[in-house]
């Protein structure tokens, strides 16, 4: 899907390989007609990362633009915006040394029962050097390894937990850095969830790869040395250069991914500037 939507203005523009494209001629500070939003959920479900540039929302905006796509979702441990409860800042001051949040592969919340299906996130203040945001594309991922190894991970399930990073013995319990950020340490995030290893898209039939190195800690009936051998693997393998895109930001542009389907890592390289992003989620199903 590409080019512009007659009689509307919308045109995606995909990255070479379909993976991420960029949406022009929508304002989403305003409700959007159905076909454009027809349009847009296209988009997405097509190209995984869409972004969109110049959009200055305001809170109420951007929640009304979130709630287009579908209700919100639950984004436990990071303390919200006063008075917004589905807005998150990802920020980072200039003068922090901390490691910047979310700076490892990983989908988002992934130890729910039910993780997002999107996470939107708008830039506010972008620091002029890094700062980017990596995608990986867990359905090429999937569809590159061989018949074999697909029918080998069909029946897989993956466990998921939060305890690495928001559990009492997680990272950001043991590192006590200072952070802009208020993260919530809670003994509730050693709990377990499992998923499909695979998981299909509700939408385009994909199947992606539904594993990331954050969350995911171990595999059902498997052994701990097995299960960290195989996810050793195919973390390198969703990874490779090939299933990557590199987001560099500017302020204002306002980007979703498909968080069913794709992996995300923030990057760092801009110590002594602010980066300041504001996050919504949107509420998914349980994984098939
Ligand atoms: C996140 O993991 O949601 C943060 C992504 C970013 O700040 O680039």
């Known amino acids: 899907m590409s080019g512009p939507?007659?009689?509307?203005?919308?045109?995606?523009?995909?990255?070479?390989?379909?993976?991420?494209?960029q949406v022009e001629g929508v304002d989403l500070s305003k409700p959007l007609a159905p076909e454009a939003l027809a349009a847009v959920r296209g988009a997405w479900a097509e190209h995984a990362v869409i972004w969109f540039p110049d959009q200055p929302l305001t809170h109420d905006e951007l929640e009304a633009f979130t709630m287009q796509i579908g209700p919100f979702g639950e984004d436990p441990y990071v303390e919200p915006i006063e008075g917004r409860p589905h807005i998150?800042?990802?920020?980072?001051?200039?003068?922090?040394?901390?490691?910047?949040?979310g700076a490892a592969w990983h989908s988002d919340w992934s130890f729910q029962e039910r993780p997002p299906s999107?996470?939107?996130?708008?830039?506010?203040?972008v620091p002029p050097r890094g700062g980017d945001t990596l995608f990986a594309d867990g359905c090429r991922a999937y569809e590159t390894l061989s018949p074999l190894l697909q029918h080998m991970l069909a029946p897989m399930r993956a466990i998921h937990s939060a305890s690495r990073v928001y559990g009492p013995d997680g990272v950001y319990a043991r590192d006590g850095d200072a952070r802009a950020m208020r993260l919530r340490i809670d003994p509730a995030a050693d709990g377990r969830c499992a998923h499909p290893l695979v998981r299909t898209h509700p939408v385009t039939g994909r199947?992606?790869?539904f594993v990331n190195p954050v969350y995911t800690v171990g595999i059902?009936?498997?052994?701990?040395?097995?299960a960290e051998s195989l996810l050793k693997f195919l973390f390198k393998h969703m990874t490779e250069d090939v299933f990557v895109y590199r987001h560099r930001w500017?302020?204002?542009?306002?980007?979703?991914?498909?968080?069913?389907?794709v992996m995300h890592n923030a990057t760092g390289g801009y110590d002594?500037?602010?980066?300041?992003?504001?996050?919504?989620?949107?509420?998914?199903?349980?994984?098939?």
Not at 5 to 21: D, E, K, T
Not at 118 to 125: G, M, N, S
């Open 5 to 21: 939507y007659w009689p509307y203005s919308i045109s995606v523009r995909p990255n070479p390989g379909g993976f991420g494209a």
């Open 88 to 101: 998150l800042e990802v920020r980072r001051e200039a003068e922090e040394i901390a490691t910047p949040f």
């Open 118 to 125: 999107a996470t939107l996130l708008h830039a506010k203040v």
């Open 207 to 209: 199947k992606a790869l």
């Open 220 to 226: 059902e009936d498997m052994s701990v040395a097995e």
């Open 250 to 261: 500017r302020p204002d542009t306002l980007l979703m991914w498909d968080n069913r389907c």
């Open 272 to 288: 002594g500037f602010q980066r300041l992003m504001h996050r919504t989620t949107v509420a998914g199903q349980t994984p098939v």
